[in-house]
């Protein structure tokens, strides 16, 4: 499902819901976690750990590839993020052509 920006809220772009398992890699640690929905660089994700507003870290959705990311916002267990770096940050593009669950 397609999820539009209400009026006066700060998202400029809409999210597409999906379910991909991921790994967070957090100061050496990994953490099983997943996303959610997807956006032009950005991501909703859920993860059973604590971080902190602008940490950033390695995410990992197989199939598709690493992108580091930043915690744009936290309201746990989820956390928005913002995209930085990776091979392909429309992964909105690419959820809507492939689908929205990967397994």
Known sequence: MVTKPEEGHKRID???DVLWDATALIDGKEYACQVTNVSTAGALMKLDAPLAEKQQFLLNVPE??????????????????????????????????????EK
């Open 64 to 101: 598709l590839s690493e992108y580091a990311a930043e915690v744009a916002w936290v309201n746990r267990p989820c956390y928005g993020l913002k995209l930085l770096v990776g091979q392909d940050l429309k992964l909105k593009d690419y959820a809507g052509k492939v689908g929205r669950t």
């Open 14 to 16: 809409d999210r597409l």
